[in-house]
């Protein structure tokens, strides 16, 4: 089969996972790793000058239980490593016979028109007209204001001189009668002059009618595009039941899918494996090539698939797969309370345990907190941790302690330490980081760099301890944005070393090693400055 590869390794169906990778939460199983290590040997040493992609790989058995893998690349520009077989688009939209370049084409044409229609002689001629127009009844109109200006001086000084004058009602009327005229002549210079600007106006219209009806027309072709792309990537089940892209999205309330839908790596893997009766076994991805400016990929790291684009159009393709359950704690994940008075209590969040409930009813501390306070105000949480991380949290008890507490933060007046350890050498002792952050709107958690949208976000932090191969260091916080210390750490503007154990933006482990160890404020019952600590168990 052309897209086929075999495997470089022997196996034993014991050595096969039980159940399909979960293409969101996921450890490489070694035959996806091995897949990927041969996939890259094709791929070489990519060229710091070109951009990084996200490539893919499948381990499938065909017909005759022959074991290999299928590779694909995200997005529809295809690599120049002509010797590996990738999988076809989903959709071909970059076919020059089909449907799309024709609109495209024809969208093409629209952009000429409406550039033509925009820039006609006539039309700039009368942009300059009504510039001019528009500029001559402001000057007249400042000079008219200037001239009223001078002549109720004039008038007030004539009123102050006809004071006890024998003749001062006569005056005076006269005056009256003199601000009025004024004032009539101003409105009818501003009717005169807005009727010149009107007139230019009236003519251009006309132009600007077609400009619009253009650019409605390509709005509504543009559109009915779309619309046929998106109904053109029909995915498939491993049961052989299709669904469209458009349908997809719609049954997820979404009115039309995002950009890219259907180009990423998972997506063309199962549809090409189900199109030819393969077997899908495990699932892996890797970005292969130098780091974007914005999202957080290292090169040769594994990555789940996006939430965006992927989770509902994988949510029909794996529909009839076992697939691979989160590993779940042990044991059960509890607050330990360090320190509790009338208003305040102070507990250490486990690594894995919600700060507050999610979507769905979930444990987490505010739902053990109010178990252990079921008399305390609500909301109860002042600040949040991530899931990952672990550490210290604020819980009042009343609303005048979470009111104060709340101020605190906002004021940025209390002081908070983390703790972590980064997969790599940090040679410097200590800086700054002055990177703003978003969310990625693609691949919700992740959070982004972002120059031109992001919030400003500030991170102190130093170097306490090098190992051969990690560094622990302190990080301080001076803002609170979403995953600020994870991807403060982890993108190449700031230290270029991912904490430890991040599965979004670094190497997935056990845990994350992140811990909110310390935390100072003014306590708000006794407004003394109080510190507390509580180390971190790595």
């Known amino acids: 089969m052309h897209c086929f590869i075999t495997l470089n390794t022997t196996w034993q169906d014991k050595e096969l996972p039980k159940c399909f990778t979960n293409p969101f939460h996921y450890t490489p199983h070694p035959l996806s790793i091995q897949a990927a290590k041969q996939l890259q040997a ?16 499948l381990i499938v058995k065909n017909k005759i239980g022959d074991l290999g893998f299928l590779a694909a690349y995200s997005g529809n520009d295809q690599p120049q490593v002509s010797q590996i077989p990738f999988v076809p688009q989903v959709f071909e939209v970059t076919n020059p016979y089909g449907f799309f370049r024709k609109g495209e084409a024809g969208l093409n044409m629209l952009n000429e028109e409406i550039y033509k229609a925009e820039n006609s002689t006539q039309r700039q001629q009368l942009l300059k007209e009504l510039e001019q127009a528009n500029e001559k009844s402001n000057d007249t109109i400042k000079a008219a204001k200037l001239a009223m200006a001078k002549a109720k001086k004039e008038r007030q ?56 009806e253009l650019k409605k027309q390509r709005k509504t072709q543009s559109a009915q595009l779309q619309q046929q792309i998106f109904d053109s990537y029909i995915f498939l089940n491993c049961k052989g039941k299709e669904k469209s892209a458009s349908l997809i999205f719609r049954q997820t309330g979404a009115k039309v899918p995002p950009a890219g839908a259907g180009d990423c790596c998972a997506p063309k893997l199962l549809q090409y494996a189900f199109q030819n009766q393969l ?35 994988l949510g029909h393709m ?51 907190a109010k178990a252990l306070y079921p008399n305390a105000d609500d909301p109860l949480i002042v600040h949040r941790l991530d899931m990952a991380t672990s550490g210290i949290l604020l819980i009042t008890k009343t609303k005048s302690a979470h009111e104060n507490l709340q101020k605190q933060f906002l004021n940025k007046s209390i002081q908070k330490r983390y703790v972590a350890i980064l997969d790599g050498i940090i040679k410097e002792d200590s800086g700054i980081i002055d990177l703003p952050l978003r969310v990625d709107l693609d691949d919700r958690p992740r959070q982004l760099v972002c120059f031109e949208h992001g919030k400003p976000a500030l991170t102190k932090w130093e170097v306490i301890e090098r190992t051969a191969s990690q560094s622990k260091v302190h990080f301080y916080p001076i803002s609170g944005r979403t995953h600020q210390l994870r991807v403060h750490a982890a993108h190449p503007l700031g230290l270029n070393t991912p904490i430890a154990g991040d599965p979004l933006y670094g190497l997935k482990a056990d845990r994350l090693m992140l811990h909110a160890e310390e935390i100072t404020f003014i306590h708000p019952s006794t407004q003394e400055k109080v510190t507390y600590k509580y180390k971190a168990d790595f």
């Open 42 to 57: 094709e791929l070489g040493t990519p060229n710091p000058e070109t951009k990084g992609k996200m490539y893919g790989v």
């Open 157 to 212: 000084a004539k009123r102050a001189e006809a004071e006890n004058h024998t003749n001062e009602d006569n005056i005076l009327q006269q005056l009256i009668k003199e601000s009025q005229t004024e004032k009539s002549n101003f409105n009818k210079l501003k009717k005169e002059c807005k009727k010149r600007v009107e007139a230019v106006e009236l003519k251009l219209d006309t132009y600007n009618q077609r400009v619009n």
């Open 279 to 313: 077997h899908p076994i495990a699932i892996a991805e890797f970005w292969w090539g130098p780091s974007p400016k914005k999202e957080i990929r290292k090169h040769a790291y594994f990555y789940p698939a996006c939430k965006s684009k992927c989770e509902p159009i």
């Open 318 to 368: 794996l529909k009839g797969l076992e697939i691979e359950k989160a590993k779940e704690e042990n044991r059960k994940l509890a607050i330990k309370v360090l320190y509790e008075d009338d208003a305040i209590a102070i507990v250490n969040k486990p690594s894995g345990l919600l700060s507050v409930p999610g979507k769905e009813e979930q444990e987490s501390v505010y739902t053990q």
